[in-house]
């Protein structure tokens, strides 16, 4: 699928942001969903999933609480809300999909083989 991501900009420490991911290209439903991020100098991260028909939802433990991610089979968007964001949070989000990934790895990068260009999100403090 071809991923398409929005939303990004500048929120002050403990603000909101949401970030959103248009599909096209796949069955979408068929898919698992991820966003990832990376900082300057940092490597990419995983953040925050969707299984295959959006059967269930998975979370970097870190951020549990804080990002919820949602998506929407019949528009082919996934989204992910960041609440109470802190500046080490300031990063690049991407949105990646697979219909490959197997469970073990779905935290992993190099799993997914579909991304999108990537949105800035920068929290000031």
């Known amino acids: 699928v071809q991923l398409q991501a929005s939303g990004g900009g500048m929120v002050q420490a403990g603000g909101s942001l949401r970030v959103s991911c248009a599909a096209s290209?796949?069955?979408?439903?068929?898919?698992?969903v991820a966003w990832f991020r990376q900082a300057p100098g940092k490597e990419r991260e995983f953040v925050a999933g969707?299984?295959?028909?959006?059967?269930?939802?998975y979370y970097a433990d870190s951020l549990k609480g804080r990002f919820t991610i949602s998506r929407d089979n019949s528009k082919n968007t996934v989204s992910l809300q960041m609440n109470s964001l802190k500046p080490e949070d300031t990063a690049v989000y991407y949105c990646?999909?697979?219909?490959?990934?197997?469970?073990?790895?779905?935290?992993?990068?190099?799993?997914?083989?579909?991304w999108g260009q990537g949105t800035l999100v920068t929290v000031s403090s």
């Open positions: 990646a999909a697979s219909d490959r990934v197997i469970v073990s790895e779905r935290r992993n990068p190099q799993a997914y083989g579909d």
């Open positions: 290209g796949g069955t979408f439903r068929s898919y698992a």
């Open positions: 969707s299984w295959k028909y959006g059967s269930t939802t």
